[in-house]
């Protein structure tokens, strides 16, 4: 559960769009000529303020690129049509502190501990007022790890590691999580966890999650709506609102609406 309650940051000059992150007409090809491989075709996706979205989508259908495009993360030439967050291009929004990515595997500085690494981007903030930088303190807390401060990272469990990386993410108070399958390591018992903490860590924040799943079950759990991929090049096929009321608690995975809602995107996928 969370342990602090983080003010909301005053929205930024920009946001005159309702939505967070628009993406029109996105197509995205790595490589050239004969070696080009269209991984993305004709997105159009619109991601609201303090939305819980989900991607799931065969393996290789293109997710991971549809996510490093909207950080801006892919080499210039390989992303056509248009993709804004808050109005902005990925590069001024990543300039901006709009958005953090949390990858698969924590990427912490083994030599810091939990509190040092958590403290890292705001030694190097640009973009961000000083009111809308947050406490490494408080965001430990947050995450339920204010005990843990002092260990390194590998006095730490891939839970913790992982707790302190979305802690990280959160030091710039970022509109918008992008996260590639965050909890992919992790043994299943951590991962049920790591589920109920993120959501309360979210719950906690004023934060969109855009979060690329493999996983039906984890997909129906966290998300308020869920997006299916087909396989490449990668198109949204279908989408499915998730209305299970928050906060949302283990006892949902039990009943027999979660299970049809995963049955629906079960089928969703197959058809995709
Ligand atoms: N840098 C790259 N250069 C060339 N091709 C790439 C590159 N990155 C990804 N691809 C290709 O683009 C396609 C989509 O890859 P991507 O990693 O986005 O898929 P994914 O849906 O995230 O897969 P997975 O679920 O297995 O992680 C794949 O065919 C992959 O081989």
Redesign the pocket.
Known sequence: MPRTQIAPAAPPGDAATADLVRLRDVCIV??RGD?A?V??EGVDLAIGRREFLCVI????????????AIAGL?PAGTVQGSITIEGRSPEDARRANSFAYVFQEPVLAPWRTALENVRLPLEVARGRSPEQRRSPEELLELVGLAGAADKLPGQLSGGMRQRVSIARALTLHPSVLLM??PFGALDEITRDHMHTELLSIWAATDASVVM?T?SLTEAVFMADRVLV?SP?P?RITAELAVEFERPRTHQLKSDLAFHQKVDELRAALEDA
């Open positions: 790595h490589g070696r491989t991984a993305v989508g065969p393996s290789g259908c293109g997710k991971s690129t549809m996510l490093k892919l590639d399958e690329v493999h991929m490449r990668g």
